[in-house]
């Protein structure tokens, strides 16, 4: 999950200044960065929104495919 950290960081996002945006823990975003975890599509695609990133990249890197 480093690129979602990547992206994170490039929006110049703490972990608690984007869970607040997506309105869930700073310590989900944390096991979503180390890959212990990982968002429901819903989540997802309000990911993309936030980190201004396409939703099939986003998608990619995450999930793998």
């Given at each position: 999950?480093?690129?979602?950290?990547?992206?994170?960081?490039?929006?110049?996002?703490?972990?608690?200044?984007?869970?607040?945006?997506?309105?869930?823990?700073?310590?989900?975003?944390?096991?979503?960065?180390?890959?212990?975890?990982?968002?429901t599509?819903?989540?997802?695609?309000?990911?993309?929104?936030?980190?201004?990133?396409?939703?099939?990249?986003?998608?990619?890197?995450?999930?793998?495919?």
């Open positions: 999950m480093r690129y979602l950290k990547q992206l994170r960081i490039q929006n110049r996002l703490t972990q608690k200044e984007l869970a607040a945006k997506l309105y869930i823990t700073r310590t989900t975003v944390s096991k979503w960065e180390y890959g212990t975890a990982y968002p599509i819903e989540q997802l695609l309000d990911l993309s929104t936030v980190l201004n990133v396409d939703v099939d990249k986003l998608a990619k890197e995450i999930y793998g495919f």
